[in-house]
């Protein structure tokens, strides 16, 4: 997906015009244009997508800005690069598969509880940009009283909040989408502040037979859904919305790369320690023998050409031989051949044109990115991670991690997870054909 900026040059002095449109701010009604709805109103979300993107506002080069809000989406605080007063020392944030990832602010002085608190929400806007570039909460701030000089807030992106909300509902011959539709109100009427919005969550055309989410995470059910899927993402993005899609395989127009052009270093790798081409799947049902295996999924190409690499997956919640192979034969496409991944920095994200416009790159993890190496030919991949860090001093920097989604701590706590449910069910039900046996 092709996605643009283009920003008006003002010829005045870029910080000194910034620090004016945050100081005389007071002077516009909250709610309304610019000041209003995508900045300063409340968690609104449901509306916010691309419609803005790519029209002309005012440029800043280099500046970012931090807006701080309470959970019914009063404004609390400012913080920016614009500001003669800015306390902000630097600003780190990244963008993933699942949305809004970590971030962290330091400061140079420490800003009160009023201003920036434990789960308050911030938004973090580059470029001038009406829209937030993230959206995410604190976690972890500093103790009052410390002999530290520099001042460090930690947070997250909303799509952390998921491994919060438990699910306890069975869904039978249902559309994954409208499934996922479901799980988003339930996360809605939470106060999580994620919002639910219908747009970015797309059906399937897929109904599983019975799926049984027994006391599990939004994140692992979303995860399951997405397999089921075959080649979906899921996540929160920067307006806050769950958001439920098709992968998209094209080659992102903003992710096209030429090395000492666009970008600094290039540095590719390769490897095979996550390969997976054969496995057998065990599910949440019990048979006559006390067995639980549903079905084996494996491709004879790959092991042809890199041996045999064997694993057991379990998926409790699948009952029915036909969904674990579906799910299963998704995960053996992933895990199949050589994993390709690479890492690239000093991304050049603004460029000026002779008439005083400005084209800025925003990228997303949409898409693949297309590197252009220094010989002449190109990698594809997909886009992994954007990480973005923010100072005064330095401006905008920006780096990339790409390839193909490893195996995530998510994923290992998940299969954890399952594999205890798996063995009490089984303990459960063994317990059952004893008794009746008896």
């Known amino acids: 997906m092709a996605v643009a900026f283009f920003y008006k040059i003002n010829p005045a002095d870029h910080r000194a015009c910034f620090f004016c449109w945050v100081v005389k701010m007071t002077n516009f009604i909250f709610g309304r244009g610019l000041f209003g709805r995508w900045i300063f109103a409340g968690p609104t979300g449901a509306g ?65 509880n009023t201003q920036l608190d434990y789960m308050q929400r911030i938004d973090i806007h580059l470029y001038g940009d009406r829209k937030p570039w993230y959206s995410g909460y604190i976690i972890s701030r500093p103790i009052e009283g410390t002999t530290d000089t520099k001042f460090v807030y930690k947070g997250y992106g909303f799509y952390n909040r998921l491994e919060n909300v438990m699910l306890w509902k069975t869904y039978e011959n249902t ?70 899609r098709r992968r998209e395989t094209a080659v992102n127009e903003q992710a096209r790369l030429t090395v000492g052009k666009h970008i600094t270093s290039y540095t590719p790798s390769w490897d095979v320690s996550k390969l997976v081409n054969w ?52 995960q053996i496409s992933q895990y199949k051949a050589p994993v390709k991944s690479a890492k690239i920095s000093g991304v050049r994200l603004e460029y000026p044109y002779p008439d005083g416009t400005f084209n800025v790159r925003h990228m997303s993890t949409e898409g693949l990115a297309e590197i252009r190496r220094l010989d002449g030919n190109a990698d594809t991949y997909p886009i992994k991670k954007i990480k973005y860090t923010l100072s005064g001093e330095n401006g905008i920097k920006t780096e990339m991690e790409l390839g193909e989604p490893q195996f995530s701590v998510d994923r290992y706590l998940s299969d954890i997870e399952r594999r205890s449910k798996d063995i009490e069910q089984s303990q459960s039900s063994a317990l059952k054909q004893w008794k009746g046996g008896s």
């Open 48 to 112: 916010e997508g691309n419609s803005d993107r790519g029209k002309v506002h005012e440029y800043y080069p280099g500046q970012f800005v931090v807006y701080a809000y309470k959970k019914d989406g009063t404004r609390t605080a400012i913080f920016g690069g614009g500001s003669e007063a800015n306390t902000l020392n630097e600003v780190t944030f990244e963008i993933t598969s699942t949305g809004c990832g970590q971030c962290q602010l330091t400061f140079y002085r420490q800003p009160s």
């Open 175 to 244: 559309d994954v989408g409208d499934i996922v539709r479901d799980i988003a109100r339930q996360v809605e009427r939470q106060t999580l502040q994620v919002v639910y919005n219908d747009s970015k969550i797309q059906s399937v055309g897929y109904r599983p037979t019975k799926l049984v989410f027994d006391g599990v995470t939004v994140k692992e059910a979303l995860n399951t859904l997405a397999d089921f899927a075959v080649d979906y993402v899921y996540g929160v993005d920067e307006y806050r919305c769950l958001y439920f």
């Open 279 to 330: 496995a057998r799947i065990k599910g949440g049902s019990v048979d006559e023998q006390g067995e639980q295996w549903l079905c084996i999924v494996e491709d004879k190409d790959s092991q042809n050409s890199y041996g045999v690499h064997q694993a057991v997956w379990n998926l409790p919640e699948a009952y029915d031989a036909a969904d674990a192979k579906r799910w299963g034969e998704n």
